[in-house]
DNA sequence: CGGTCGCTTGATAATCGTCAATTGATGTGG
DNA sequence: CCACATCAATTGACGATTATCAAGCGACCG
């Protein structure tokens, strides 16, 4: 994990390195307010731990570029990644409570973020009440997503949580500058897996699957995406992973249902 | 659901009924704050909907008495039970990001709940930067708890998603004024089994099982936990739900354990 | 008193996890 | 630079877990 301190008179100078990535929705004042609080940045490899679960909450963090996992520990050794990280989002908002990290934060890719020491935000929260007001928003904005996948993991059968991951990632991936229905995954099977509740090899032959139907083209990591009708068949429940294709009746109820 | 709205006058005279219920980790100033702001108390019966899903979000609720579902609606009809509430809890916190509930809520049993309109909160927070601090922090918790029932959900066995449930009532009924290994469940099996990602079958066989092995004592929605360490070991994931007890090898294996 | 609802229990079957073998990619040290 | 180890991914065979279907029972309500 590389540090890039930022010192002050390099702040005053130079175009910040957080510039441009801050969410959107963020009021003028507060982005400048904000970047000039950032101390540093951090570049980190696949594999490496940007937080543990436990830590103090001494840091809030946005992700630059690149990917994370945000993996949940259980006291018995369980273990199951609750969310995944893109580009443009804070990380680690689930520390406010008991003002400690409460997942392991991990690079999936190499990865740059930038680093805001929370002592700095309490003191742009004191002039200006806006930010925590944000700060509010964001929180329960993941809130309402940890809700929305835990509907996906409790309700949703193997096929439906692919389909439903993947019309998240489209649905994202348009949202970006070249509304692209190409993306590229940054989680291995496994990761994916864990976030889906269910094993690596299930959705190795889910996507395997989706492929064969034409629904999808996977190439490694690199996802495109050929028939969002088809997906959304997917994710209406109406298809069912065959046990090795008996007889391969799925591809004919998929061109029924086309 | 009936309305008891509380007049400026009868606020002055007597004592709130919101009184003794907000969280007690809430500032004295902000209690008396907060009450003031109360518009009215409601009562549910069970199967009342408080909110529904979509609503714009005008109220914040405070659970005085009684217990809730939280319930997730897909848009294709999917639906699942995200979160129960009990007395003392705030309800709605998912709400601040989109401006609406994202979730229905549901009585339980009867309950009544305190009404606070978010205006008149915002009037609090104008003022007093502190109510804003206490809801990023209870918004940051619902968090972490969403985030735990996702390990839950996503990586645990039945015999651990149910003992994992009993173990945190039993936790919540010892915090409770007469510590208590005794507790009531609002829910019935189905929504139980809702919030499980379980079928009602499945959580009452589990709780069959259980009383069987003498680890709890069940009657209705009574429920006594006799044995707190062989929970502790179905939470570890040791133990498994038998086929309606094959040649009963489970009962060797909760012997052995013991 | 009939009907619905909540709950239990049994039989059966489907989904999905586990185990295993294989392949290709990546990286490391001799 | 190549052998070797490790990791990611795919695919098949098998079986366990858990859902579904079905029947029955007591409680409560109209």
Not at 35 to 55: C, F
Not at 80 to 92: K, T
Not at 231 to 242: M, N
Request: hydrophobic letters at 40%; proline letters at 4%; one cysteine or more.
């Amino acid at each position: 994990m590389k540090r890039h301190s930022i010192a002050a008179p390099f702040r005053s100078r130079h175009p910040h390195p957080c510039d441009g990535h801050l969410p959107s929705d963020l009021e003028p004042i507060l982005r400048q307010r904000i970047t000039e609080t950032a101390e540093a940045t951090l570049e980190l490899n696949r594999g490496e731990i940007l937080v543990h679960s436990g830590e103090p909450f001494k840091y809030l963090y946005l992700l630059l570029s690149g990917g994370f996992k945000a993996e949940e520990i259980g006291e018995d050794g369980l273990s199951q990644i609750v969310s995944f990280h893109y580009a443009g989002e804070f990380m680690g908002l689930s520390a406010f409570a008991e003002q400690r990290y409460m997942v392991d934060l991990i690079a999936l890719v190499p990865s740059s973020v930038c680093e805001f020491p929370m002592a700095g935000v309490q003191t742009i929260i004191q002039d200006d009440r806006a930010l925590l007001d944000r700060l509010l928003i964001y929180v329960s904005d993941r809130l309402m997503r940890a809700e929305q996948v835990q509907l996906m993991l409790g309700s949703m059968s193997s096929t439906q949580k692919i389909a439903h991951f993947l019309v998240d990632r489209l649905e994202a991936s348009r949202r970006g500058a070249q509304a692209e229905s190409r993306f590229e995954l940054p989680m291995t099977r496994k990761e994916l897996g864990s976030y889906l509740g269910l094993s690596m090899e299930t959705v190795s032959r889910l996507l395997s699957h989706l492929q064969e139907q034409g629904v999808v083209r996977v190439d490694k990591r690199q996802i495109e995406i050929l028939r969002e009708d088809q997906l959304r068949v997917w994710l209406d429940g109406v298809v069912s992973l065959p046990a090795s294709s008996r007889g391969k009746p799925a591809a004919k109820q998929a061109l029924k249902l086309a």
